[in-house]
């Protein structure tokens, strides 16, 4: 397995582990918790839940509404508290009573038998090994993705929908495609679905490339899909009919590290992505940028990439835009004001 994976890291502390059971007192357990102290559960899981329950109880007070900053301490606050609270591991399982069988700790850590794993990061991947037995089925596919931990897989599907919807309308020669930022890999099996003989994906999260890796040889494309561990072209070298990206769709406040660069993009990306694009695409190839109107509705940027690249750098020209009104999750779900008005968008562009 590849040395780069990301993956929680074993705790390190040397601080003296405080033994937690169920008879301990848990105001007692969350408030040394709270004082800096590492705890160590030992005997069950629901013990360890117990303790995170009454340090949330002890950190939010009970309160449901706070002022934003006085809210953010406070999370910042129950972050830190919690993972100061560790789970043993023997033997790549969970060394706890009635605890839930994590396939990921044999399958990360091949390296090491015996460790300690904080309880949000058990949490953590406890969530994304259920996503990963269960799988996701993603508009017009045929079989589920069933992303490899540490990927970025799509919760909501307007963009994968305006994109397949444009694909099955796309008469334009089908030899290759590039997937810039594949996490999953949903845009390149949509391709390879629609009738592409080949894609080549990448992405600079080796926990994608193994995911990618993993659902092309189950369903039989290993053949027509080379997936790579690199920074947008990185060492690909043959021109395409097509190249898609959706990018993260936010500015990054600040340094970026693991998952973040699904959601959050450093400043000078498009910069590099659109001089490079042209550079891959076969006489009368289209290039492809899925984007949102998210970061404008919410004031967080009055950039846009796309835009800035059509009216400024002027090297593409725009050839349609599909717009689509995102769903609401659910009607439950009260969304901010700039939510309602998101949009996902579809810029296909060929250089000038
Ligand atoms: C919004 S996600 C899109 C994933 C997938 N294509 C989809 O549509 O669901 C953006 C992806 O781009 C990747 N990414 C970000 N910066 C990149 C770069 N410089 N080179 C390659 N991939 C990058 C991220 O790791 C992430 O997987």
């Given at each position: 397995m590849n040395n780069n994976i990301i993956r929680p890291e074993p705790s390190k502390s040397n601080d003296t582990l405080i033994s937690v059971n169920k008879k301990t007192d848990r105001e007692e357990a969350a408030a040394?918790?709270?004082?800096?102290?590492?705890?160590?559960?030992?005997?069950?899981?629901?013990?360890?839940?117990?303790?995170?329950?009454?340090?949330?109880?002890?950190?939010?007070?009970?309160?449901?509404?706070?002022?934003?900053s006085a809210y953010r301490n406070k999370r910042s606050e129950f972050y830190h508290a919690s993972n100061r609270l560790l789970v043993p591991i023997k033997s790549n399982r969970i060394a706890l009573k009635k605890s839930p069988d994590i396939g990921w700790l044999e399958k990360l850590y091949p390296d090491i038998e015996d460790f300690q794993l904080t309880f949000p990061q058990i949490q953590g991947l406890n969530s994304s090994w259920q996503w990963?037995?269960?799988?996701?089925?993603?508009?017009?596919?045929?079989?589920?993705?069933?992303?490899?931990?540490?990927?970025?897989?799509?919760?909501?599907?307007?963009?994968?929908?305006?994109?397949?919807?444009?694909?099955?309308?796309?008469?334009?020669?089908?030899?290759?495609?590039?997937?810039?930022?594949?996490?999953?890999?949903?845009?390149?099996?949509?391709?390879?679905?629609?009738?592409?003989?080949?894609?080549?994906a990448s992405d600079i999260i080796p926990n994608s490339v193994i995911s990618v890796e993993e659902h092309a040889k189950k369903i039989g494309v290993s053949d027509r899909l080379e997936v790579c561990l690199s920074d947008l072209f990185g060492q690909h070298h043959q021109k395409a009919?097509?190249?898609?990206?959706?990018?993260?769709?936010?500015?990054?406040?600040?340094?970026?590290?693991?998952?973040?660069?699904?959601i959050y993009y450093e400043k000078d990306l498009f910069e590099r992505f659109f001089s490079e694009?042209?550079?891959?695409?076969?006489?009368?190839?289209?290039?492809?940028?899925?984007?949102?109107?998210?970061?404008?509705?919410?004031?967080?940027?009055?950039?846009?990439?796309?835009?800035?690249?059509?009216?400024?750098?002027?090297?593409?020209?725009?050839?349609?835009?599909?717009?689509?009104?995102?769903?609401?999750?659910?009607?439950?779900?009260?969304?901010?004001?700039?939510?309602?008005?998101?949009?996902?968008?579809?810029?296909e562009l060929e250089p000038l």
């Open positions: 040394h918790l709270i004082a800096g102290n590492y705890l160590l559960v030992e005997d069950r899981y629901s013990t360890g839940m117990a303790v995170l329950a009454e340090l949330k109880k002890q950190v939010f007070g009970g309160k449901k509404k706070d002022f934003f990963y037995l269960k799988g996701i089925a993603y508009p017009g596919l045929k079989e589920k993705i069933h992303p490899f931990y540490g990927t970025y897989f799509p919760t909501r599907y307007d963009h994968l929908t305006l994109f397949d919807e444009w694909l099955k309308k796309y008469g334009g020669p089908k030899t290759l495609a590039i997937d810039i930022g594949t996490g999953c890999g949903v845009l390149a099996f949509q391709m390879l679905n629609r009738g592409f003989e080949k894609v080549t009919d097509l190249i898609v990206f959706n990018p993260p769709w936010l500015p990054a406040q600040k340094e970026i590290e693991g998952l973040d660069s699904a694009a042209a550079i891959f695409l076969n006489e009368g190839g289209k290039l492809v940028v899925l984007f949102s109107n998210l970061a404008e509705s919410a004031g967080a940027a009055d950039f846009h990439p796309v835009k800035d690249e059509l009216n400024i750098q002027k090297r593409y020209r725009q050839i349609s835009l599909r717009k689509r009104k995102v769903k609401r999750s659910s009607k439950k779900t009260k969304r901010r004001d700039h939510r309602k008005k998101e949009c996902v968008e579809l810029w």
